[in-house]
């Protein structure tokens, strides 16, 4: 069985006072116990909201990652061994917003998923297609051109200790969300690619849907059999919506 994961993607939002309150309204929640709740707050708010949740359920991740564990000469970046310090437990890589709007290229997003694993850090690789892609048809060939940058480059073992995001870029913001059809086809194909090469780690890994999740949706998305929970951006600014969506995750 695997343990379904609701994560909040918070973006590029908050100030220190609007996060205070978010953290006052997760505190408020009750999570259900077999769901694992995990936030992603800008880098500025991690250690608030770390300490602000501190002991509580829900786990706290960084949204980005420099590309090496080591602290070292690199300005503006952030180690994964000083982001395990400051008390994350996870972190995105790849997500479309840094492939797309910020250049990263696959070679980035494997280092960065390397540095993740070597310091601790569960990374929460992010994988989709562009609108124009998918009407091209070739939604499965991205994504698992994606996907198999990082198996061949570290291989499938290092999926032992990860989770996939499937988060269609035309689907992101958009409040287009993938019919739940839509998004067990690439889950499914996500897992039989993962399969193809390590059956076992195929169905333990945990393959995440976002893309305009809100709480009316979710329960549909999840009750999907390769769908193992959210990535929520939007959504997860708000703590009952974000809870509504964590509870829909354990039903
Ligand atoms: P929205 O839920 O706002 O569409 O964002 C999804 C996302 O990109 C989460 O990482």
Known sequence: MRRPLVAGNWKMHGTRASVAELIEELRQLEFPAEVEVAVF????????????????AVKVGAQNCAVQAEQGALTGELATSQLVDAGCELVLVGHSERRLILGESDEAVIRKFAAAQVAGLVPVLCLGETREQREAGATLDV?????AAVIDALGVESLAKAVVAYEPVWAIGTGLTATPEQAQQVHAAIRAQVAQADAEVASGLRILYGGSVKAASAAELFGMQDIDGGLVGGASLNADEFGAICRAAGN
């Open 41 to 56: 707050p800008g880098s500025l708010h991690i250690a608030q909201v770390v300490a602000g949740l501190a002991a509580g």
């Open 143 to 147: 994504v698992g051109a994606q996907l």
